[in-house]
């Protein structure tokens, strides 16, 4: 079974920065949009930036100007540079894959936990 690893995630001050990567374990077949998604207990999970293969990018306005999305198309890897975090920023930031074709397949990584405090 594939699975979405990633790595990056810890503990920073206000104004620090991380940089979030996520890759498959195994082989995913026609990988169409890669990105990243945010949730909080209790709350929904938010799209916080993603990315298809021809390098299209969408960003949440809460993180306009501060995160970089990027991708490794002969990796499939998925890279999150977050600047100038934010306590708001804190939550636990997952992996997605979303396979070109019909029926519409995603992918989710288990989840890395990123805090912004001070």
């Known amino acids: 079974q594939v699975q979405l690893v990633e790595s990056g995630g810890g503990t920073v001050q206000p104004g620090g920065s991380l940089e979030l990567s996520c890759a498959p374990s195994?082989?995913?077949?026609?990988?169409?949009?890669m990105g990243w998604y945010r949730q909080d207990p209790g709350k929904p999970r938010d799209v916080v930036a993603t990315?298809?293969?021809?390098?299209?990018?969408n960003y949440a306005d809460s993180v306009k100007g501060r995160f970089t999305i990027s991708i490794d198309n002969d990796k499939n890897t998925v890279f999150l540079h977050m600047n100038s975090l934010k306590p708001d920023d804190t939550a636990v930031y997952f992996c997605?894959?979303?396979?070109?074709?019909?029926?519409?397949?995603?992918?989710w990584g288990q989840g890395t936990q990123v805090t912004v405090s001070s």
């Open positions: 997605y894959v979303q396979l070109a074709g019909t029926p519409r397949t995603d992918y």
């Open positions: 195994g082989y995913i077949p026609g990988v169409w949009v």
């Open positions: 990315i298809t293969k021809s390098g299209g990018t």
